[in-house]
């Protein structure tokens, strides 16, 4: 795409539809008169009255405890320089959609005509009643240092000049975790940082915290040295200037130096500087768009090089995202009087910290990564981590808490963390509570496609985080091979070949030609069919000799759900086995079932799978209310699935009186539960909307749920195969990893019921849920 058509899309993005990037949302009903008396006059009088007696309430009665303030003065607006306050709006309305998606913090963007100091500091100190906090933005040193210092003394509330401390934290964790990797201490490397603006400055001070030590850090600025015969410098600047004599120029500061950082402008780096630099160097060349060396140059000059820039197409991008808005998350949520330096340094060994544990799979797919892991290329977190906001938040208020800035105190902090990851609508706790089981009991896991690189990264993620013990079935050199050139570390794991005569194989042939001898296979038959993989590992599981089987990513769902009836066959009292789906939404788990292995159920074969859905979602400590879908209300349409769906509610009502089902119905009335009462209030579902539905044939409930997946953004965790006796699960065709890991974690935990016995039937007896 030529430079013309990127800019007409910039300003096609900003300004087509609605203009802007924003927008105020209501958070409480307007339907009616009623509400809005509420919300305004004569309603809205208690909270002010309220709010009068203690201004404290202000927290509790209005959005100022979840509000923050970006504000500026247009004088250094990104790489454009001072172009206004007006010309500055798309960035702050961008920086508030920024906390918004990351943080849910709400924003009112703030441009103000105020150039000098008293200007500006009086005009934020005006609205310190309406802001839970303020995050400074673009404005032009030397004046954001004292604007911030006065703002942070003469205000209650969290005060940050982002772009001062943002780039400070996030490259402080990099340089921590960059040092560490090339095996250098902090308080011995030779630092040089060209640029001395606001950034480059905090960064300093950042790094100073850390360990560097000043006598040890060289800054220029564009007239060169920072050095102490030097009068042109400010008392700020004049902080870092050094007593060396022998450095004159950028060159002469490069060689034997351990590290660079640039705030400064585009290629003043040469490959030359570079090789000139002590082994093992790191280089954060963090100007923006155009780094003061090329990553490319710079890589093919030093093969030893650890290498950062601002640049989101390059490794270990130093990006202020990973930090303000978890920053401003923390102190808001205990209600800080100010970020602290106790703080932003929690911050930063917080992100430097987490870049080292498991990179969740979301994130490799995110960025095109099959193995991303802690390493000269990835130095901190991702910008798309969701981690980041219980990591980098909680430690910040763990830190203004025990600073004493805080006039909130947290004390259950498990509480407050699955606070943070439902303001993302990361509705996952089931999910977490899964995986928490799996892991106090992990089981061996049999891999009947484990010569697929989506398997065996499945595998080292649950085998890595505890969740399961993996069993390998295929072609030894074939894995082996993937692992190799994925980087994967399953050196340790069982892999099986079942076509070159593995151990148990006539004790599996025997059984399956017993079994089926009367059912059209041969003995022959029966030890061609188990080198079969998915055979033998379903037999790996009938014999005790593997405890759960997962398959079906690259074949179809009959194919590999045969051999599991042929040879583990149904649970005692199940006419058929189901496929059920739960699909996570950001309003909780709805179940959908049959939606993989009936195609179109009888009555009596619909109440069957309903009766196995409804006991299987117990298990997950959540009350089903079942609805039978179809495309009538009631029998206010005939037709085969009305007239099927009504004789299946009305067995279900005679022979399971405690089931709380109702039907038939379309989706819509089961779904809302206002719409229901005012046109059907008969109906048993009235109250509370459905969350288990019942697909009259597997054509709607296969389009249901994948529409909801992919245009809805719900995350589809199936399908979970209900009615066997021993926990065998196939995945959909082509699952992404993540999905294998919610089915590994799900067979786990079905493992762990089936071995103590438990009942009845369903797939799980007690799931810990807070």
Same mark, same amino acid.
């Given at each position: ?17 609605? +203009? ?14 009623? =509400? ?26 209005? #959005? ?11 004088? #250094? ?23 918004? !998606? ?15 100091? =008293? ?129 004159? &120029? ?58 950062? &820039?601002?640049?989101?197409?390059? +490794? ?14 923390? #102190? ?36 095109? !990564? ?55 609508? &990361? ?14 009991? +992990? ?88 080198? =079969? ?76 799978? &309903? ?42 009502? @005679? ?6 089902? =109702? ?89 762990? #019921? ?15 849920? @807070?």
């Amino acid at each position: 795409m030529n430079k013309n058509n990127r800019k007409q899309d910039a300003l096609n993005y900003h300004s087509q539809g609605r +203009p802007g990037k924003i927008e105020v949302v209501p958070t409480k009903p307007t339907n009616s008169q009623r =509400d809005l008396t509420m919300a305004y006059s004569p309603g809205v009088a208690e909270p002010c009255l309220k709010i009068a007696e203690n201004v404290d309430d202000v927290y509790k009665y209005t #959005a100022k405890g979840n509000l923050v303030a970006v504000i500026s003065n247009g004088t #250094a607006v990104l790489g454009l320089g001072n172009i206004g306050p007006e010309a500055s709006k798309p960035v702050m309305e961008g920086k508030g959609l920024l906390f918004k !998606i990351y943080a849910d913090i709400d924003v009112f963007d703030l441009e103000v005509n105020a150039k000098s100091v =008293d200007d500006f500091v009086n005009i934020v100190k005006a609205l310190e009643p309406t802001f839970g906090g303020v995050n400074l933005e673009d404005i032009s040193a030397p004046t954001c240092f004292e604007i911030e210092r006065r703002l942070k003394a003469e205000m209650k509330i969290p005060v940050m000049h982002d772009d001062q401390h943002g780039t400070a934290i996030i490259s402080g964790a990099a340089l921590m975790n960059a040092c560490e990797i090339q095996g250098k201490k902090l308080d011995k490397i030779k630092m040089v940082v060209n640029g001395a603006g606001a950034a480059a400055v905090s960064c300093s001070k950042m790094y100073l915290s850390l360990g560097v030590k000043k006598e040890n850090l060289v800054m220029f600025d564009i007239n060169g040295v920072l050095s102490q015969d030097r009068t042109d410098l400010d008392d700020i600047r004049m902080e870092f200037a050094t007593d060396r004599t022998d450095v004159k &120029t950028l060159a002469d500061a490069m060689k034997n130096a351990d590290v660079f950082v640039g705030l400064s402008a585009g290629n003043v780096v040469t490959p030359d500087m570079l090789k000139s630099m002590a082994k093992k160097p790191v280089v954060f060349a963090m100007a923006n768009p155009v780094p003061e060396i090329d990553y490319d140059l710079a890589i093919n000059a030093r093969e030893d090089i650890i290498m950062a &820039t601002g640049r989101s197409d390059f +490794p270990n991008q130093v990006n202020n995202v990973l930090g303000f808005p978890y920053i401003f998350r923390g #102190a808001l949520d205990v209600r800080a009087t100010a970020i602290n330096e106790e703080m932003k340094i929690a911050a930063t060994h917080a992100i430097a910290e987490m870049a080292k544990k498991p990179v969740p799979e979301a994130v490799n797919l995110a960025y095109n !990564i099959t193995n991303l892991k802690f390493g000269r290329d990835y130095i901190i977190p991702k910008p798309m981590d969701q981690r980041l906001i219980t990591e980098v938040s909680m430690a910040v208020a763990k830190a203004a808490i025990d600073s004493g800035v805080a006039r909130k105190v947290i004390t259950d902090w498990e509480g407050y963390a699955e606070e943070l990851r439902n303001r993302l609508g &990361t509705n996952d706790k089931l999910l977490r509570n899964l995986t928490n089981k799996a892991k106090q009991n +992990p089981k061996r896991v049999v891999f009947a496609e484990a010569d697929n690189y989506k398997i065996l990264r499945s595998a080292q993620i649950v085998k890595d985080e505890g969740i399961a013990t993996p069993i390998l079935l295929g072609n030894v050199d074939t894995i082996k091979k993937i692992m190799r050139d994925n980087d994967l570390e399953l050196d340790d794991v069982q892999i099986i070949d079942p076509r070159e005569g593995c151990e148990h194989m006539d004790e599996y042939v025997d059984f399956l030609f017993n079994k089926r001898q009367r059912r059209g296979i041969t003995l022959y038959e029966a030890k061609k069919l188990m080198t =079969d993989r998915n055979y033998y590992g379903a037999s790996m599981v009938q014999f005790g000799r593997a405890d759960a089987l997962i398959s079906g990513l690259t074949k179809n769902y009959v194919t590999t759900i045969k051999p599991a009836l042929q040879i583990i066959g149904t649970e005692e009292g199940v006419n058929r086995v189901a496929g059920m789906y739960m699909m996570i939404t950001p309003k909780g788990p709805v179940f959908f079932g049959d939606t993989t292995v009936n195609v179109n159920p009888t009555v009596q074969e619909l109440v069957d799978i &309903t009766v196995l859905i409804e006991r299987s979602v117990k298990r997950f400590n959540i009350a089903p209310r079942v609805a039978l879908l179809s495309y009538s209300n009631f029998g206010s349409n005939e037709g085969e699935i009305p007239e099927k769906t009504r004789e299946t509610v009305s067995i279900l009502h @005679k022979n399971y009186p405690d089931m709380v089902v =109702d039907g038939d119905m379309q989706a819509n009335f089961a779904l809302n539960s206002d719409l229901l009462a005012d046109n059907f209030p008969f109906s048993t579902l009235n109250g509370k909307p459905a969350n288990t539905l019942i697909f009259p044939n597997l054509e709607s409930g296969n389009i249901a749920y994948k529409l909801l997946q992919e245009i809805g953004g719900a995350e589809a965790v199936g399908p979970i195969l209900l009615g066997l006796k021993k926990p065998v699960h196939v995945l959909q065709l082509g699952s992404s990893v993540r999905e294998i890991v919610n089915m590994i974690t799900i067979a786990v935990v079905n493992a762990q #019921a089936k071995a103590h016995d438990e009942k009845p039937v369903g797939i799980f007896e007690k799931l810990i849920g @807070k």
